[in-house]
């Protein structure tokens, strides 16, 4: 069940309201002695959070976009050293 925002039109306040999205609106400001009528505010609504592929911004970049991020992420990358050669082990010395 979501929040709702009221504002009162006449004394200004504003306040939440826990209720179900089928009951009706509340019309009538809740604060003592004020007889004003409410408005219900636009909310920015809960976040949403989309699973799985084709959601995202990056998903649908052009392919020259993607190319030049390759590009950028491998021109980053630290140069690998040349691999050494391993010297001979030594040879196991007998137990005698």
């Given amino acids: 069940m979501p ?3 009221y504002v009162c039109q006449s004394c200004g306040h504003r306040f939440e ?3 179900s999205m089928n009951d009706p609106k509340l ?3 809740p604060q003592e002695g004020c007889d004003g009528k409410v408005r219900r505010l636009l909310g920015t609504g809960a976040g ?3 699973k799985g592929s084709g959601f995202y911004q990056t998903d649908y970049r ?3 976009y ?3 991020a390759k590009q950028d992420s491998a021109a980053s990358k630290p140069a ?3 691999k050494a050669e391993k010297a001979p082990a030594p040879p196991a010395k007998s137990s005698e």
Avoid: I
């Fill in 80 to 82: 690998e050293a040349p």
């Fill in 3 to 5: 929040n709702y925002d």
């Fill in 62 to 64: 052009s392919s020259s």
């Fill in 17 to 19: 309201v826990f209720q």
């Fill in 66 to 68: 993607q190319a030049g």
């Fill in 27 to 29: 019309e009538d400001c």
């Fill in 48 to 50: 949403v959070l989309f």
